[in-house]
């Protein structure tokens, strides 16, 4: 499983409702977003706030090669002289600011799937990855992984609540998943 949040990704090979190899990274939609002010900052000298920044990903963002690359006008703040100013990005421009948190997030997947047992690898080969989070909403970011580690992956069919929905099942069965409120050394 890979959770994509806002300021985490976490990954986790779970056997028997009991995580076997985790890690997690500070490294997620917070990261792309800012890599993107910075990207533009950089290049174009605007300066734009973080909700357009988030507002570019999800419109034009995407993690991997799309067969249409779509563009947009973004409005911000010339650094020079103060005054705001219109520049035009496209998709692929978007998807190289993000490359660099993107690699850190691929690497976290490759750290636990080495540290993962053999008998567990078969399974995720059988089975796949798991995305969940808002950053698995981010287009092509199931492809990347794919071609990066070479195993199935699939988005959640409601990656956003995933997280929400097993809290909330965890609660409603506190006696079955006690042993996972106990404190654990394996990872």
């Known amino acids: 499983v890979l ?20 890690d997690s990274v500070r490294v997620a939609g917070d990261k792309f977003d800012a890599a993107i002010v910075s990207h533009l900052r950089k290049k174009y000298g605007v300066l734009i706030g973080e909700r357009t920044a988030e507002d570019i990903k999800i419109q034009i963002g995407s993690a991997f090669p799309m067969e249409r690359e779509d563009a947009m006008e973004i409005k911000g703040r010339n650094l020079l002289n103060g005054l705001p100013e219109t520049i035009n ?63 199935p992956v699939l988005v959640a069919e409601y990656p956003l609540d995933c997280v929400a929905e097993g809290t909330g099942k965890l609660f409603s069965n506190l006696e079955r998943y006690q042993d996972a409120f106990m404190e654990d050394n394996r990872y």
């Open 3 to 22: 959770d994509i949040g806002g300021g985490t990704s976490e990954t986790a090979v779970i056997s028997y409702g009991d995580p076997i190899v985790a």
């Open 89 to 151: 990005i496209t998709g692929s421009e978007v998807r190289d600011a993000m490359s660099e948190p993107l690699a850190r997030i691929v690497d976290a997947i490759k750290y636990t799937l080495e540290q993962t047992p053999p008998d567990l690898s078969a399974d995720i080969i059988d089975r796949g990855i798991i995305l969940s989070g808002g950053g698995a909403l981010l287009r092509g970011i199931d492809r990347l992984i794919h071609k990066e580690t070479g195993m």
